[in-house]
């Protein structure tokens, strides 16, 4: 009887900080990897039996299914290729980027990303192999991600599997951060200035307005994260504005490949 290994290493769990981990080498040959010959309808079914294993267990866990995400999907397939490479199974290797850059690379808007990876000889394995490692079983399960790509690869005599979940976050353009900020301000009867330059400037920058016009704002606020609102509702609740003006700006680097924004807030 042959016997074929079940192989899960530790899961990886990203948020805004990122711990760094020792890089395993890559094979020099991973970029050119020839697949072996495996249907690519084989393939789709066992991804497809993987994805569906694992909502039924978000199910039976009372947690919300998992949508699919192309581009996670597109990400894990890259990892993937190169696990099945022929190295030791690892969450990154020498030269590659990160699970957050891939992701992002890729296509992907997240404010927190997990990873699944592991080795089986089928679909139905490698959900029960990660469904019995805690880690794993965590990340699947999780209420705090809500989409999931995965990837598999044949080598060898055995399915390579790569599971990549986020918590996904709206791809949205400065106007359109402008308008979500500005609809929470209306509902509580703060009015919205037309003439956004000046909070758009003070998005960019980092000088405080309170010191430095002669039409300063009574308080003003700028913040970057994957919430373009949540920081506001202390101050609108206190009643003491009657006017605001609205400005986001492409966001700073320090968010890594999270999706976050950046605005400016000026109240009068």
């Not at 490692?133 to 599997?161: C, F, T």
């Not at 913040?223 to 003491?240: C, I, T």
Request: charged share 15%; hydrophobic share 45%.
């Amino acid at each position: 009887m042959k016997v074929f290994p079940l192989v899960l290493i530790g899961t990886v769990a990203l948020d805004f900080t990122v711990a760094p981990r020792p890089l395993v080498a890559a094979p020099p040959q991973y970029q050119q990897y020839p697949q072996e010959d495996t249907r690519a309808s084989d393939l789709r079914e066992v991804v497809e039996q993987i994805f569906a294993l694992g909502n039924q267990a978000r199910a039976q866990a009372g947690v919300a299914a998992l949508a699919w995400d192309p581009a996670l999907a597109v990400a894990a397939l890259q990892h993937c290729r190169i696990m099945a490479a022929g190295g030791p199974i690892s969450h990154q290797y020498r030269g590659e980027p990160d699970l957050g850059s891939r992701a992002a690379q890729a296509g992907a808007h997240f404010g927190l990303i997990e990873e699944n990876v592991g080795l089986a000889p089928s679909a139905a394995a490698m959900h029960q192999g990660w469904m019995q490692s805690p880690g794993h079983r965590k990340n699947m399960l999780s209420p705090e991600v809500d989409h999931v790509g995965i990837a598999v690869v044949y080598a060898r005599g055995v399915l390579y599997a790569v599971a990549d979940y986020s918590a996904s976050v709206e791809s949205l353009s400065p106007m359109q951060v402008e308008a979500r900020v500005a609809a929470l301000i209306r509902a509580s009867g703060v009015s919205i200035l037309s003439d956004p330059r000046l909070a758009r400037s003070a998005c960019a920058g980092d000088h405080d307005l309170l010191r430095s016009t002669a039409a300063s704002p009574a308080w003003m606020i700028r913040w970057q994260n994957a919430d373009p609102a949540q920081d506001l509702v202390k101050q609108l609740a206190s009643g003491k504005y009657r006017s605001a003006a609205i400005g986001s700006c492409p966001a700073q680097k320090d968010g890594g490949a999270f999706t976050s924004y950046r605005v400016a807030v000026l109240l009068y």
